[in-house]
Structure formats: C-alpha cells, structure tokens
C-alpha cells in the first residue's frame, strides 16, 4: 500500500510538472506566431536578396507549429483531468482504468517526441538561413532582415520563445517517460495481485473440496464382504 501511495504522488507529481511545460510550449509558440504574423518559423528557408540586404522569407507550413501547440494544449488539458482525478481517488484503480492510462501516455508520448523533433529541427533550418549572413542566429533577433511593408513582422523574441518551446517539449516528453513507465508498472502489478487471487481462489476451492470428501467418507460405513454376511446370518 505505501509503494502505491508513492507511485500515486509521483503521478500528480509529474503531471504538475507536465502542465507547467506545456505553458513553456503553448505561450513562447503563440507569441512567435502573433510576432511574425501567423507565419511560422520553423522549417521557413529564404535567401538574402543583394539589393538591399533584406531576408525574403519563404514560409513553410504553418501546421509546423500548430502541431506543438496542439500537442502542448492536450498535455496541459489530459495533465489536469489526470491531477484531479488521483487527488479524488479513494479507491483503487481498476485494470481498465489502468489500462487507460497506459494508452494515454503512449499517445501523448508520441505526440510529445514529435513536436519536440519537429521544434528542434525546424529551429535548426530557419538559424541555418540566419547564420549566412550573421555569425550567430541569436545576433539577427530584433536586426531589420524582412521588409516591413511586405510583412509588419517582430522578429526580437523569437531566439527566447524558440528556447523555451524546445526545453518545454523535451522536458515534456522526458517527464512523460517517467508517467508512461509508472502507469505501467501499475497495469504490471495490477495483473500480477488479480492472478495471485484468482490462484488463492482457485486452491481455496480445491482444499474445501477434498475436505468436503473426505467427511464424506468417514460419514459413510464401510461395505459388508460376502463372509461377514454369512457369519451375521
């Protein structure tokens, strides 16, 4: 009972923790793309016209970042449902329920590890654009590099918010590791006491039976032989 009690609050633990980093997701990618005009950032390549100097973005999908949003908004939301309902509990947890929450963090788990992919690599491609004509990516956060008659883009905290997404996600999906191998062990040894059970039962069922026949045997006297019946008569 005390191991349960301790994987239960490691449970609300994580999922606390889960909520916070789906923030560090959802508010830094919002901003980003309220920033840049509903464009999205990552995976947006371009070329540095030699004019004037200025960046002519070629932007990707905004599914790129849509994703991670999405992912970070159910995290938040499943984490909450999640935390309320082991604050409640009083009993325990059924197999199905179990089960259930098993399912959840494989699902949310490969939600997580794809939106952290897909920050990591997108913000990778867009500095890769950046670095030709400045040293670092971090340097061209709040330079003039797009027109601003052809997009009314604010381009100075897009290195934090990108930062921020990419340590929410991770630590997101490192954190969902840690739920997803709880849940199990709680599904693992859920099974293991219901077979325990059910042998108890089972050998239980087995002892009243043999104890049953033998009274039955004792109650009952024994047969007469043909020369015992003979001596009677």
């Known amino acids: 009972m005390a ?25 830094p990618l919002s901003l980003n793309m309220r920033d840049f005009c509903g464009h999205c950032l990552l995976f947006t390549t371009g070329k540095w016209r030699e004019e004037d100097g200025m960046f002519d973005p070629q932007w990707a999908s905004s599914d790129f970042c849509n994703f991670p949003l999405v992912t970070g908004v159910l995290m938040a939301l499943i984490s909450s449902i999640q935390i309320y309902r082991y604050v409640r509990m009083k009993d325990e947890e059924s197999f199905l329920g179990l089960f259930i929450d098993v399912v959840l963090s494989t699902w949310i788990l490969a939600m997580c590890i794809i939106s952290s992919i897909m920050i990591t690599l ?7 654009g950046m670095t030709e004509r400045f040293p670092t990516c971090e340097i061209t956060a709040g330079q003039n590099i797009i027109h601003a008659n052809t997009d009314n883009i604010e381009n100075s905290g897009f290195y934090i918010e990108m930062g921020t997404a990419q340590f929410g996600a991770w630590g997101a999906f490192a954190i969902n590791v840690g739920i ?11 099974h293991q006491v ?10 239980r069922q087995r002892l009243v039976n043999q104890h049953q026949v033998q009274q039955d045997g004792r109650s009952t006297p024994p047969a007469m032989s043909s020369s015992d019946s003979e001596q009677v008569k």
Do not use: P
Not at 14 to 27: D, F, Q, T
């Open 3 to 27: 191991l349960a009690n301790v994987l239960l609050l490691s449970q609300i633990t994580g999922h606390v923790i889960v909520v916070i980093l789906a923030l560090c997701m959802i508010v």
């Open 122 to 128: 997108g913000f990778i491609v867009w500095c890769d």
């Open 180 to 190: 997803g191998v709880i849940a199990l062990l709680k599904l693992i040894n859920n």
């Open 194 to 203: 219901r077979n325990i059970k059910v042998s108890m039962y089972l050998e």
